[in-house]
């Protein structure tokens, strides 16, 4: 059987991808690994999972029907309430006929004889289509380290991303969590609430900021329901991809007093708008460290113990140059006497014993492991599958030394096979809806304009993609992000190249840049009949 397209992944990405396929009367079908849609919010089940952008803002706009008629409960929507939301589309939309549960696209090969991808599946399927269009998202291949004597842990043990469906009851449980990302960051104050104990292995303190998530206003909800239409428009031209009122002023211009005043304001409002308090925060570091030294007092305030209040304080990377966290509680969590911060920076774990946590200076008995260890961020998922392009060419191989990619929509060798939100690409750093639709439609666009054409194949121009590559690595060079050992970089998985993945140059810029390439006859790709 041959398709016009072939979607990988029923996260937000597919989804939306497969409903533009049809109306375009193409034939599709998207295959997912889950056995029902959502991506991330189908995986991301641990207890306090929430989405660090508000619920009004993560959330399609696309149909203007659908965001009429939705209700979100919460500023910030919990996983539960998003996955209910995806739900909600696919049957709204009527997707999952064309959607094969339970199954991983585990090869992909393109034919060049036959103009086609031979795809195969875990299950043993075969199938042939035109175009390859991955929706595999950012952050979905789990890590877990490779602690010596992990295997012989006699207790439970759990991924914050594999969470399981039937939940997980800490009473009466001594708990182990490593890892103090975002995952970490809201899994830790729930477990504190209902375990016997909670002993927490930070390897890198992050700066976390109050959620101060809470119902939504009814009043709130009916005034943006009113601007949306402009609202959307905003958050697309913006740089994040939200209504994050970002001061463009220098904190170094404003006196001691204006800076105390504008981080306690944004701090007591909640959320990702601490960043936007001044517009030299992500590019100066004598600013940055004002904004990093605020957190730090704050969390000195918040956190009884002193010698815990200066672990858990971030000293060696910039704020915001490793993804900030959104919290509820968090820091206060460790004025219970029944949670332990452990260094592993000074006390590195050397194994996992049959009961617990071996570390340099101590064991730590746990009966259940919790890792909040992160992903194989951006490259991850999409090397996950065996791709191969023109003459055999593996994308492993191509990407060796780091992703290549033009617009980190497409990558030169690889005819026809479109990357939803790509290395290359905002994704990440950006309020990844956004970003999805507008690849989404840019790349509906393109098949679109391409078959009125009669064009057959589209491919990234080698030239392009190194202009471009380059251009993503040189921007990323004009911030703070590179001076972190963060996922953005790679460095959390040992041995993967140190490339600077996302584009820093925010959604509004990207999309210009896009759109400018559509209306010069898809300029840097090359076209053939
Ligand atoms: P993150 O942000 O990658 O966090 C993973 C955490 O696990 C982080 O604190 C890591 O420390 C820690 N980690 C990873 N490997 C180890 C080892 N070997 N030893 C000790 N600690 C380790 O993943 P999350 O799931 O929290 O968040 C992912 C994104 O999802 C988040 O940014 C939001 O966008 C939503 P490190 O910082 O690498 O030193």
Redesign the pocket.
């Known amino acids: 059987m041959t398709l016009d397209a072939v979607v990988v992944g029923a996260g937000f990405a597919g989804m939306y991808m497969l409903h533009r396929l049809r109306g375009l009367g193409l034939s599709a079908r998207a295959y997912e690994t889950g056995a029902g849609v959502g991506g991330t919010w189908y995986w991301n089940r641990y207890p306090g999972a929430r989405c660090?952008v508000e619920s009004m803002q993560y959330s399609y706009s696309f149909s203007d029907d659908l965001q009429q008629e939705w209700e979100w409960s919460e500023r910030y929507a919990s996983q539960p309430e998003i996955l209910l939301y995806a739900e909600h589309v696919a049957d709204r939309f009527d997707l999952r006929r064309d959607i094969v549960f339970e199954t991983r696209v585990t090869r992909a090969a393109y034919d060049e004889t036959a103009n086609l991808w031979r795809l195969e599946t875990d299950r043993g399927d075969r199938v042939a289509a035109r175009h390859l269009i991955t929706a595999v998202g950012c952050?979905s291949a789990a890590?877990v380290?490779d602690?010596p004597g992990a295997a012989s842990f006699q207790g439970p043990t759990h991924h914050?991303?594999r969470w399981p469906h039937e939940g997980v009851d800490f009473t009466g449980r001594r708990v182990a969590v490593?890892?103090?990302?975002?995952?970490?960051?809201q899994a830790i104050p729930i477990i504190a609430g209902q375990a016997e104990r909670v002993t927490v292995?930070?390897?890198?303190p992050?700066y976390s900021l109050p959620a101060r998530n809470r119902p939504l206003e009814p009043d709130h909800q009916t005034w943006v329901k009113a601007r949306y239409a402009e609202l959307r428009a905003t958050m697309r031209e913006s740089a994040a991809g939200i209504l994050a009122d970002p001061n463009p002023d220098s904190a170094l211009a404003a006196t001691e007093a204006e800076r105390a005043r504008a981080f306690e304001a944004r701090w007591a409002r909640g959320g990702l708008a601490f960043v936007g308090t001044f517009g030299d925060l992500a590019i100066n570091p004598d600013a940055n460290e004002l904004a990093a030294e605020f957190v730090r007092a704050k969390i000195r305030e918040i956190v009884a113990d002193p010698g815990v209040a200066e672990l858990l304080s971030p000293r060696n990377h910039p704020i915001g140059s490793?993804?900030i966290c959104l919290d509820t509680g968090y820091y206060a969590t460790y004025n219970r006497p029944t949670v332990t911060l452990v260094d592993?920076r000074r006390d590195p774990?050397l194994e996992i014993t049959p009961t617990g946590v071996r570390t340099a200076a101590a064991e730590h008995p746990a009966d259940m492991i919790v890792y909040?260890?992160?992903?194989d961020a951006l490259t991850g998922p999409l090397l996950g599958i065996d791709i191969t392009g023109k003459g055999g060419l593996s994308l492993r191989r191509k990407w060796a030394a780091g992703p290549r990619t033009y617009l980190g929509l497409m990558t030169a060798g690889f005819p026809n096979l479109f990357t939803i939100t790509g290395p290359g690409s905002p994704s990440?750093l950006s309020n990844m809806i956004v970003s999805i639709e507008q690849h989404v439609d840019w790349i509906a666009e393109c098949l679109d304009r391409l078959r009125a054409r009669g064009v057959a194949t589209i491919d990234a121009d080698p030239l392009a993609e190194d202009a471009w590559t380059a251009h993503v690595s040189e921007v990323a060079g004009h911030t703070l992000y590179p001076r972190a050992?963060s996922?953005y970089l790679g460095?959390?998985v040992p041995g993967k190249p140190r490339v600077f993945m996302p584009y820093v140059g925010g959604v509004g810029a990207y999309r210009m840049k896009c759109d400018e390439v559509t209306a010069n006859g898809y300029e840097g790709f090359v076209l053939s009949a």
Do not use: E, H, M
């Open positions: 660090d952050l890590r380290p602690f914050t991303g490593i890892g103090t990302g975002s995952s970490g960051i292995f930070q390897r890198t992050n490793k993804r592993v774990i909040a260890t992160g992903y990440v050992d996922w460095a959390n």
